[in-house]
């Protein structure tokens, strides 16, 4: 049900309410309003301990997602309780991707939305470590963007593009 | 607050602070060769406030020290009419080293600046920063009094050593940002805090670096605040609003960057006022 969003950098400047109001129609997207998502903005410091901790890649990266439930891909949870309406929680590299943004030229905002995007696909079950895998991936984020590109009239492109 | 600063300031020279009170007597050796037994007063002469504090020690014939040494070849004739103790001498002597120690790991010998062109006024532990742009003035108020949160485990943490530094102490006061705009005869009030330290230190880093805890209208120009005015909870608030007015905030320049800031600033406020109290209590307990 809710999109708990925590900025805990202050490296980037994070505009809450569009990535609040982007987030929640992807989860929508994927018929997962009923579902709490924890959305934590973090720098390059917290990003590579995550990474370095659950990875072993003690390097900073754009996106992390830690799923609640292990689920089929694309298959939604079945939570028994209340208190596991719970997707889980995503750590957007706010500080690396506005890094990769100002050498690409790409628009911080829109990359911030496709990483969300790809974070919460990720909470879903879906991979991209073969051909078919990220074959799968790139459907569903191809799916839910556009509906969040009908939104807002914008014209994203899934993370995964180019990527096998 | 005293006697954390005390521990802190003190530990890398003087690890007795942190022995039982027996060590907090004077180490001047006018005093370290007397023996206690000499000191003992006749039964019934000692103040009994004094007596309480000395009972800390354990020492029943520690109560002497504080009897006035009139007449005698150590006495002091400044004629002011106060108490002159060897509890007193004593306590002097340890705040000259304390204001000593403390002068020495001051991190900011003047206050320093908040960027986005904040100007600031310090009014004792009150400080205000001061910011206007376009047709608005924006204020940010806080005080350094019970601002540094106590430390939620003495107990050295896992995987700590037990003679590890301590972290230093820093400031996180609640502030108040006021937004007047010109048009207006009203000014919008947010009431911010810094988070309590959370379970370990992941909790802190995966958090908000502030937040806002309460919204109100007050009249513009009003010292008085109007309790019958909505004041707004943000404990049960709907979240698109609340990162609405969190991106309000950080519009007019209270965003983290701010925030991270105004600790450095409190910080150094908050010590430079410790210092002078500590300075005032020295001329007081000398000689008022």
Same mark, same amino acid.
């Given at each position: 049900?809710s999109?708990?969003?925590?900025?805990?950098?202050r490296?980037?400047?994070?505009?809450?309410?569009?990535?609040?109001?982007?987030?929640?129609?992807l989860?929508?997207?994927?018929?997962?309003?009923?579902?709490?998502?924890? +959305?934590?903005c973090?720098?390059?410091?917290?990003?590579?301990?995550?990474? @370095?901790?659950?990875r072993?890649?003690?390097?900073?990266?754009?996106?992390?997602?830690?799923p609640?439930?292990?689920?089929?891909? @694309?298959?939604?949870?079945?939570?028994?309780?209340?208190?596991?309406?719970?997707?889980?929680?995503?750590?957007?590299?706010?500080?690396?991707? *506005?890094?990769?943004?100002?050498?690409?030229?790409?628009d911080?905002?829109?990359?911030?939305?496709?990483?969300?995007?790809?974070?919460?696909? *990720?909470?879903?079950?879906?991979? *991209?470590n073969?051909?078919?895998?990220?074959?799968?991936?790139?459907?569903?984020?191809?799916?839910?963007?556009?509906e969040l590109?009908?939104?807002? @009239?914008?014209?994203?492109?899934? +993370?995964?593009?180019?990527?096998? | /607050?005293?006697?954390?600063?005390?521990?802190?300031?003190?530990?890398?020279?003087?690890?007795?602070? %942190?022995?039982?009170?027996?060590?907090?007597?004077?180490?001047?050796?006018?005093?370290?060769?007397?023996?206690?037994?000499?000191?003992?007063?006749?039964?019934?002469?000692?103040?009994?406030?004094?007596r309480?504090?000395?009972?800390?020690?354990?020492?029943?014939?520690?109560?002497?020290l504080?009897?006035?040494? %009139?007449?005698s070849a150590g006495?002091?004739?400044?004629?002011?009419?106060?108490?002159?103790?060897?509890?007193?001498?004593? #306590?002097?002597? #340890?705040?000259t080293?304390?204001?000593?120690e403390?002068k020495k790991?001051?991190?900011?010998?003047?206050?320093?600046?908040? !960027?986005g062109?904040?100007?600031? $006024?310090?009014?004792?532990?009150e400080?205000?920063?001061?910011?206007?742009?376009?047709?608005?003035?924006?204020?940010?108020?806080?005080?350094?009094?019970?601002?540094?949160?106590? !430390?939620?485990?003495?107990?050295?943490?896992?995987?700590?050593k037990?003679?590890?530094?301590?972290p230093?102490?820093?400031?996180?006061?609640?502030?108040?940002?006021?937004?007047?705009?010109?048009?207006?005869?009203?000014?919008l009030?947010?009431?911010c805090?810094?988070p $309590? &330290?959370?379970?370990?230190?992941?909790?802190?880093?995966? !958090?908000?670096?502030?937040?806002?805890?309460?919204?109100?209208?007050?009249?513009?120009?009003?010292?008085?605040?109007?309790? =019958?005015?909505?004041?707004?909870?943000?404990?049960s608030?709907d979240?698109?609003?609340?990162d609405?007015? /969190?991106? #309000?905030?950080?519009?007019?320049?209270?965003?983290? =960057?701010?925030?991270?800031?105004?600790? $450095?600033?409190?910080?150094?406020? $908050?010590?430079?006022?410790?210092?002078? #109290?500590?300075? &005032?209590?020295?001329?007081?307990?000398?000689?008022?």
């Amino acid at each position: 049900m809710s999109v708990a969003l925590r900025n805990a950098q202050r490296v980037v400047p994070v505009r809450r309410a569009p990535l609040r109001r982007a987030v929640c129609a992807l989860r929508a997207a994927l018929g997962a309003s009923r579902f709490d998502v924890g +959305l934590v903005c973090a720098g390059n410091g917290l990003m590579r301990r995550l990474n @370095g901790a659950y990875r072993h890649c003690p390097e900073p990266t754009d996106v992390l997602s830690f799923p609640f439930h292990r689920v089929a891909v @694309g298959e939604l949870p079945r939570p028994r309780c209340r208190d596991e309406y719970n997707l889980g929680d995503i750590f957007l590299g706010v500080e690396y991707i *506005h890094q990769q943004c100002r050498a690409t030229g790409e628009d911080f905002d829109s990359v911030l939305a496709v990483t969300a995007a790809h974070g919460l696909c *990720h909470l879903l079950g879906y991979q *991209h470590n073969t051909k078919a895998e990220w074959q799968q991936m790139y459907q569903k984020e191809v799916e839910i963007l556009e509906e969040l590109n009908r939104l807002t @009239g914008s014209s994203l492109r899934p +993370l995964t593009a180019g990527l096998f | /607050m005293l006697l954390a600063r005390a521990l802190r300031a003190a530990a890398a020279l003087r690890p007795a602070l %942190r022995h039982p009170p027996r060590r907090l007597l004077p180490l001047s050796s006018s005093f370290s060769s007397a023996s206690p037994r000499a000191l003992l007063p006749p039964p019934g002469s000692a103040p009994p406030l004094a007596r309480s504090l000395w009972q800390l020690g354990g020492g029943g014939g520690r109560t002497a020290l504080l009897r006035p040494r %009139r007449g005698s070849a150590g006495g002091v004739s400044c004629g002011c009419g106060g108490l002159h103790t060897e509890g007193d001498k004593a #306590f002097a002597q #340890f705040l000259t080293d304390e204001i000593k120690e403390e002068k020495k790991i001051q991190k900011h010998k003047s206050l320093p600046k908040v !960027s986005g062109g904040w100007e600031l $006024e310090v009014h004792g532990t009150e400080a205000k920063l001061v910011r206007k742009v376009a047709g608005e003035k924006i204020t940010v108020t806080f005080n350094i009094n019970n601002s540094i949160p106590p !430390s939620a485990d003495d107990e050295p943490q896992e995987g700590q050593k037990a003679d590890e530094q301590e972290p230093d102490l820093t400031s996180t006061p609640n502030f108040v940002v006021e937004v007047i705009k010109d048009d207006t005869k009203q000014t919008l009030v947010l009431d911010c805090h810094y988070p $309590e &330290d959370e379970i370990g230190n992941e909790g802190e880093e995966e !958090s908000d670096i502030f937040t806002i805890r309460e919204v109100s209208f007050q009249p513009t120009g009003e010292s008085d605040w109007k309790d =019958t005015n909505y004041t707004l909870n943000t404990d049960s608030l709907d979240w698109a609003l609340y990162d609405h007015l /969190m991106d #309000f905030l950080a519009d007019r320049g209270v965003d983290n =960057t701010f925030a991270d800031e105004l600790i $450095e600033l409190s910080t150094a406020l $908050e010590h430079q006022e410790y210092i002078k #109290f500590l300075e &005032d209590l020295k001329s007081f307990v000398k000689c008022q």
